[in-house]
């Protein structure tokens, strides 16, 4: 008999403790899945890193309200190599930055299960912010310092004195480098990286065929829109 009571106290007492377990289970899940937080994931280093970043945001702003530069057009009127008709960009400057740096952050976001580390998703986020940065201010240089006229100049010079809209005449100026061409080789190389070192393409174990092949279609990809 007291056997008996014995065996229904200790089941009563783990019926009652199995709401405790699941809360405690729970949060060791939570545990084990940050369990790779380093307690100094963040350095005082990394504050000129994003100090960097916002000068390069900053500086290519500005530095796309300057007029570029005037170049001598031979035949303005009549060059054939500004007369081509205007059309609509067949890939919008968003679509092509959605393509490369929606794709990278959606490898990064994949990872994340994999990975559990707050020290690799910032890493990820600061170089991936830094590559983006750099590619748009040094554009946006190469742009103002060129000067080169786009194919279609004399058709955008046509519609500026339809309505009067000058902004079209430094557009207008402002073909090289392209645009498009560097904001997917920034995104889409970036990725093709991060996603050979998170597949361990470069080691002796890890360099599969296919795993190269995944990261290589991410750059050609990118050469194809650009």
């Given amino acids: 008999g007291e056997q008996l009571l ?12 199995s709401p405790e377990e699941g809360k405690s289970s729970k949060k060791g899940r ?43 057009l031979p035949f303005p009127s009549t060059n054939p190599n500004v007369a081509y008709p205007y059309k609509q960009d067949t ?34 986020a600061l170089s991936l912010l830094y590559s983006w940065g750099l590619a748009h201010t040094f554009t946006s240089v190469g742009k103002v310092f060129a000067g080169r006229y786009r194919p279609n100049y004399l058709d955008m010079l046509e519609d500026l004195s339809i309505s ?12 090289f480098p ?5 904001i997917m080789f920034a995104g889409c190389t970036w990725m ?7 597949l361990k393409c470069f080691t002796n174990k890890g360099g599969e065929a296919w795993k190269s092949a995944l990261c290589a279609g991410t750059q050609t990809r990118s050469g194809m829109d650009g």
């Fill in 6 to 17: 014995v065996a229904c106290d200790a089941s009563g007492s783990s019926e009652a403790s």
């Fill in 30 to 72: 939570a545990a084990n899945f940050l369990r790779k937080v380093e307690p100094g994931w963040w350095r005082f280093s990394y504050i000129g890193d994003w100090v960097i970043v916002v000068c390069f945001v900053i500086f290519s702003s500005l530095i796309n309200l300057a007029e570029p530069r005037h170049l001598d």
């Fill in 91 to 124: 890939i919008p400057a968003w679509a092509a930055g959605l393509y490369s740096f929606g794709g990278a952050v959606a490898a990064v976001v994949v990872c994340v299960p994999f990975m559990r580390s707050i020290h690799d998703m910032h890493n990820a």
């Fill in 164 to 175: 009067g809209d000058s902004d079209k005449e430094w557009n207008g100026r402002m073909s």
């Fill in 178 to 182: 392209s645009g498009h061409a560097t």
């Fill in 192 to 198: 093709a990286l991060y996603m050979a070192g998170k």
